[in-house]
């Protein structure tokens, strides 16, 4: 299915946009061109962006549980990162909020037992993703797991992300139409 918005080049600008004075700040959209804004925004308008994101991802996963978001993450990490850190938890956290714009979080726990330093890598995913569509799960996933081998947001971490999934940039962009939605009370997947 080809998308609806070409974000392929629009994904890395830092430019800030006006917006028209009749239009609501899309704050997770800040960094878009204003003609991605502007097609959203009248999507939104229309109350047509719900329905754009059904077409695109009908059904929600069934991913309910920490071990099966566990299972389901290590068989992303043994695809395409077999060789790095392993990690000894991923599971769904309550507390993590949208406030920040995260839904997941790395952590590497390093702790010092005796003469022995034990490290561990954790993930905690928002439990708000526990009813989206597996896409959207799985680019959070990605973002997540490749921060065991990038820790910073530059260039050769987003070439990794988009090598454990081809859409990564597309996928992350609908996440941010979705968190649109939920803000304004429009949540197609509740």
Same mark, same amino acid.
């Given at each position: 299915?080809?998308? %609806?918005?070409?974000?392929?080049?629009?994904?890395?600008?830092?430019?800030?946009?006006? *917006?028209?004075?009749?239009?609501? /700040? @899309?704050?997770?959209?800040?960094?878009?061109?204003?003609?991605?804004?502007?097609?959203?925004?009248?999507?939104? !308008? #229309? !109350?047509?962006?719900?329905? *754009?994101? =059904?077409?695109?991802? /009908?059904?929600? &996963?069934?991913?309910?549980?920490?071990?099966? %978001?566990?299972?389901?993450?290590?068989?992303?990490?043994?695809?395409?990162?077999?060789?790095?850190?392993?990690?000894?938890?991923?599971?769904?956290?309550?507390?993590?909020?949208?406030? &920040? #714009?995260?839904?997941?979080? &790395?952590?590497?726990?390093?702790?010092? #037992?005796?003469?022995?330093?034990?490290?561990?890598?954790?993930?905690?995913?928002?439990?708000?993703?526990?009813?989206? /569509?597996?896409?959207? @799960?799985?680019?959070?996933?990605?973002?997540?797991?490749? &921060? =065991?081998?990038?820790? !910073?947001?530059?260039?050769?971490?987003?070439?990794?992300?988009?090598?454990?999934?081809? !859409?990564?940039?597309?996928?992350?962009?609908?996440?941010?139409?979705?968190?649109?939605?939920?803000?304004?009370?429009?949540? /197609?997947?509740?």
């Amino acid at each position: 299915m080809v998308p %609806l918005f070409n974000v392929k080049n629009q994904h890395l600008k830092t430019n800030f946009i006006k *917006f028209k004075s009749n239009m609501q /700040p @899309l704050k997770y959209l800040a960094g878009y061109s204003s003609d991605i804004q502007d097609q959203v925004q009248s999507l939104i !308008d #229309q !109350d047509k962006l719900g329905q *754009f994101l =059904l077409k695109r991802h /009908p059904e929600i &996963h069934a991913i309910r549980t920490d071990k099966a %978001l566990y299972d389901y993450t290590i068989d992303i990490k043994n695809q395409y990162l077999r060789k790095s850190q392993p990690l000894s938890k991923v599971i769904f956290d309550d507390k993590i909020s949208l406030s &920040h #714009q995260a839904l997941g979080l &790395h952590s590497y726990v390093a702790r010092k #037992q005796g003469a022995k330093l034990k490290a561990k890598n954790e993930i905690r995913i928002s439990s708000r993703l526990k009813k989206v /569509p597996e896409g959207l @799960l799985r680019m959070v996933v990605v973002h997540e797991l490749a &921060h =065991l081998k990038e820790k !910073d947001h530059n260039k050769s971490f987003y070439q990794l992300c988009c090598h454990m999934d081809g !859409d990564y940039h597309q996928l992350e962009f609908e996440l941010r139409l979705l968190l649109t939605l939920i803000d304004a009370g429009k949540n /197609p997947y509740s």
